[in-house]
C-alpha cells in the first residue's frame, strides 16, 4: 500500500468551476500535509499547507483535513486556465521530519 | 536572485561517467534534500542533510553520495551513471516554524544518462 495516494488524473473541470483534489494517507501519527503545484518541466511550488483538522483557506485555495478518516483535499474556486499543472500531496511522516509525497494529481481547466 | 539554484540545469552524459550536481541556497536553512522525479514515480528522497555534519540516506541513495560543503551548499554525485539515473533531480531546503516543516524547491537538474 503507497504511503501517500492520489488519483493520478487527469481531472477536467470548465473554467469557473470548483476542482477539488484528494489525497489519502496511510500514517496514521503524520501530523503536516502540503499541497504542491507543479508546472510541466518545472519545480513543485507550495501552495498550501494544513496541520489542524479542518479547513484553512488562502485566497481560491482551501485545503482540508480529516485525521481520523486520514485524507486532506484542496479545492479551488474559479479554476482559472493557469490553474492546469500537477497537484502534489505531500505528508510530514516519521520523526525526521520528511516529506512523502503522492504521485500527483494532472488538473486541466477547459475554456 | 533565486533562493535555491541547480547546476547545471540539464547534463547529458555517458554510462560510466561521475557527474555532480550542486545545490546553493541563500536561505539560511539548515536543512537540505536531494529528490529524483520520474513519471509515474512521483518525488522520492535520496539523500537529506540536517546541517553540516549530518548526512542521512534517503529511500534511494545506492549509486548515490553527497557532501555538505557549507551551510548553503549541498552536491549529489552519481559515481558511475547508468541509464536508469536519468531523471528530474531537485534539491530542496526547509524551514520549521512553530507548527510545521516546510520545503522548498530548486529549479531542478534534467539529467540524461545514455
Known amino acids: 500500500q503507497k504511503e501517500v495516494e492520489q488519483n493520478s488524473g487527469p481531472l477536467s473541470v470548465p473554467e469557473g468551476a470548483i476542482a477539488s483534489l484528494n489525497c489519502t494517507y496511510s500514517d496514521r501519527v503524520s501530523q503536516s500535509f502540503f499541497w504542491y503545484r507543479q508546472y510541466s518541466g518545472k519545480s513543485p511550488e507550495l501552495i498550501m499547507s494544513?496541520?489542524?483538522?479542518g479547513d484553512k483557506e488562502d485566497g481560491r485555495f482551501t485545503a482540508q483535513l480529516n485525521k481520523a478518516s486520514q485524507y486532506v483535499s484542496l479545492l479551488i474556486r474559479d479554476s482559472q486556465p493557469s490553474d492546469s499543472a500537477t497537484y502534489l500531496c505531500?505528508?510530514?511522516?516519521?520523526?525526521?521530519?520528511?516529506?512523502?509525497f503522492g504521485t500527483g494529481t494532472r488538473l486541466q481547466v477547459t475554456l | 536572485d533565486a533562493d535555491v539554484t541547480q547546476t547545471p540545469r540539464n547534463r547529458i552524459t555517458k554510462t560510466g561517467k561521475r557527474i555532480m550536481l550542486e545545490c546553493s541556497q541563500t536561505k539560511g536553512h539548515d536543512r537540505m534534500y536531494w529528490y529524483r522525479q520520474d513519471p509515474g514515480l512521483g518525488l522520492r528522497l535520496i539523500y537529506y542533510s540536517f546541517d553540516v555534519k549530518d548526512i542521512n540516506k534517503g529511500e534511494i541513495s545506492d549509486g548515490y553520495s553527497v557532501s555538505r560543503q557549507a551551510q548553503a551548499k549541498f552536491s549529489l554525485s552519481l559515481e558511475s551513471a547508468i541509464p536508469n539515473q536519468t531523471a528530474l533531480y531537485f534539491c530542496a531546503t526547509s524551514d520549521r516554524d512553530r507548527f510545521q516543516e516546510t520545503q522548498y524547491f530548486g529549479p531542478g537538474t534534467r539529467l540524461l544518462v545514455l
Open positions: 505531500a505528508v510530514e511522516t516519521g520523526t525526521a521530519s520528511k516529506l512523502t
Open positions: 494544513i496541520y489542524s483538522n
